[in-house]
């Protein structure tokens, strides 16, 4: 798809005269969104950044270039801070999901104080890519092989944000060809070249060396089945009845499919607050509705427990 296309196909959802957030790094795939989005007409975004404080004075230096882009191009501009490392430690939970809890938090105070509930952000088809084959190592359902999608719906900190993905049917050689023709200025982040991070060793090494053996582009094929399940996803998540109580049925839970009740774990683990909801995680809870376990109790991330009582699963 280009850039047309996204102009004819996404964006009449979302009218260029009402408000909106839009998420930037400083790097070229956001400041690229940016640059687009102002120049088909978008003038009332808020430009929302978050300094991870991982990169010391690097993290700092794109925090001021961020501000500067919003000076430049008159928008909003709401400016947080969170120390990443230290906040991954204390909730044990991983560097990507501790960045990934805080920023949501930032976006959802954000859309708080501007009252403003629909947010851009920059992942591009790569990114798809990329997340796909993550989580098919990971072990993922349905669920995580449809990575991300265009259009999504997240609760967080009690405020409900619609997230759009223009880029997300395009490629990272199109973006770099837009950032050249335009002579954009971006801040290059020196880690996204280790490859300490699974998702760098799948960009740099096991994407590059399947296409060198199968002698052809993979990418293409993956972005389309991730697609595929995006809308299979969709289409299930909409038939799995919603549990947003503080608890559970256990004989309301038992009386669904199994593939349901996967589902009716994840979306009710989700609406509270807990981390890192995976395969594992799922069944935990699951088991407690089952009639031959003896089990009343199970543990969640984050020190976490559900409990079955009455018949009823609640969090303790």
């Known amino acids: 798809m280009n850039w047309i296309q996204i102009k004819t196909e996404l964006l009449p959802r979302f009218p260029p005269d009402a408000r909106y957030l839009i998420g930037i790094s400083g790097g070229r795939d956001s400041v690229t969104l940016l640059h687009w989005l102002i120049s088909v007409g978008y003038k ?28 430049t191009y008159q928008t909003g501009f709401e400016r947080g801070a969170a120390n990443i490392g230290a906040l991954a430690k204390k909730k044990k939970m991983s560097i990507e999901t501790a960045a990934r809890e805080a920023r ?19 992942h591009h088809a790569d990114d798809l890519v990329e997340t796909f ?18 259009v999504t719906s997240r609760h967080f900190d009690g405020v409900d944000l619609t997230i759009v993905r223009p880029l997300l049917s395009v490629w990272r050689t199109d973006i770099d060809k837009y950032v050249r023709e335009r002579h954009l200025r ?8 280790t490859l300490a991070a ?6 740099n090494r096991i994407i590059p060396y399947l296409e060198k053996i199968l002698g052809r582009n993979i990418r293409h094929n993956i972005w389309r089945t991730a697609m595929i399940a995006a809308e299979e996803e969709k289409w ?5 009845p919603d549990f947003t ?3 559970l049925s256990v004989p309301g839970l038992r009386a669904l499919p199994v593939a349901l009740q996967r589902r009716a774990v994840m979306k009710w683990l989700r609406t509270q ?31 976490c427990h559900a409990r079955r009582r009455a018949g009823k699963i609640f969090l303790e």
């Open 198 to 203: 699974t998702r760098n060793r799948i960009r």
């Open 133 to 150: 084959l993550l989580n098919l190592i990971r072990g993922a359902g349905l669920t995580g092989l449809a990575g991300m999608r265009e």
């Open 245 to 247: 109580n503080a608890h």
């Open 186 to 193: 971006f801040r290059e982040d020196a880690t996204n070249k």
């Open 273 to 303: 607050n807990i981390s890192e909801v995976g395969f594992d995680v799922i069944e935990r809870v699951r088991s407690l509705a089952d009639r031959e376990t003896p089990i009343a109790k199970v543990n969640l991330p984050r020190d």
């Open 104 to 122: 949501y938090s930032f976006f959802a105070k954000a859309a708080k104080r501007h009252r403003c509930h629909t947010m851009f952000l920059a």
């Open 44 to 71: 009332k975004l808020i430009v929302c950044h978050l300094n991870h404080q991982l990169r010391g004075r690097s993290s700092d230096a794109d925090a001021r270039f961020v501000q500067k882009l919003a000076e």
């Open 236 to 240: 299930i998540d909409n038939e799995s």
